[in-house]
């Protein structure tokens, strides 16, 4: 209802509010309506909230008025906001939020970049269904996130870049294990030049991204083709 959504709204300026105390408690309310309504929990519950779309295009308006006055405080609230509900958002509201965040990323302020990071590690952390996250548009943003691909010797960006992409193989292998497998040579590639790094955390961390990668995409896959052969 138009009166329901009003009030909604009203909720909504409060996510970017000054006092933290305010603003914590806010987003706190929005990730319970979007997540946590009555008719969200039960066993058939809609795709997503239907205030989830207005949720986004909130976001959307936000970061794109701070990105054009410079203010970068704004853009890491809903950034905030967005890492805890960006998975239950339908599928062109969360197309639209990721084009958001990667335009944002490309404006080189570090802080914002972090945090950007930190937003799609935890939308593939949360295993959105394929209703809200398709396997093509995943696989999208992992190319995309090539163009972010830090330098080999930036320690923590780089660890934060492995950590994304990652999650982000790891969710594609669980929609579509033939498109991840097609995808993973460029990761594997990235990752053995990060073994040639001088950093520590950062060999140690492309190690670990390999190894999570060969057991949680490349062997099951691998088992799955044997099975095929051997029928």
């Given amino acids: ?38 008719f969200m929990t039960q066993t058939e519950c809609p795709p997503h909230h239907p205030a989830a ?12 008025q701070a990105g054009g006055s410079g203010e970068a405080t704004a853009t890491l609230h809903i950034l905030g906001l967005l ?3 960006l998975g239950v958002f339908p599928q062109h509201s969360l197309k639209s939020c990721c084009e958001t965040i990667l335009r944002v990323m490309s ?3 570090v802080m914002v970049t972090s945090v ?25 943003i992992i190319t995309a996130l090539y163009d972010y691909q830090p330098g080999e010797s930036d320690v923590q960006p780089m660890s934060a870049w492995l950590a994304v992409l990652q999650q982000a193989y790891l969710n594609l292998g669980r ?3 033939d498109l991840c497998i097609s995808h993973l040579p460029r990761i594997f590639t990235s990752c053995m030049q990060c073994l040639q790094s001088d950093q520590t955390e950062i060999t140690t961390n492309a190690a670990k ?23």
């Fill in 116 to 140: 950007s990071m930190q937003t799609l590690h935890g939308m593939f952390m949360m295993k959105p269904a394929a209703a809200n996250l398709s396997a093509e548009l995943n696989a999208q």
């Fill in 83 to 85: 890492k805890e509900i």
């Fill in 53 to 64: 779309s207005a949720t986004a295009k909130y976001c959307i308006q936000q970061i794109e």
């Fill in 175 to 177: 929609l579509r294990p």
């Fill in 107 to 109: 404006l080189a302020n």
């Fill in 1 to 38: 209802h138009s009166s329901t959504l009003h009030v909604y709204n009203g909720l909504l300026t409060f996510t970017v509010h000054h006092k933290p105390k305010l603003r914590k408690a806010a987003q706190q309310a929005v990730c319970v309506v979007l997540r946590g309504s009555t």
């Fill in 209 to 231: 991204t390999l190894t999570v990668l060969l057991k949680e995409c490349v062997a099951p896959s691998a088992q799955r083709l044997q099975l095929e052969v051997e029928k």
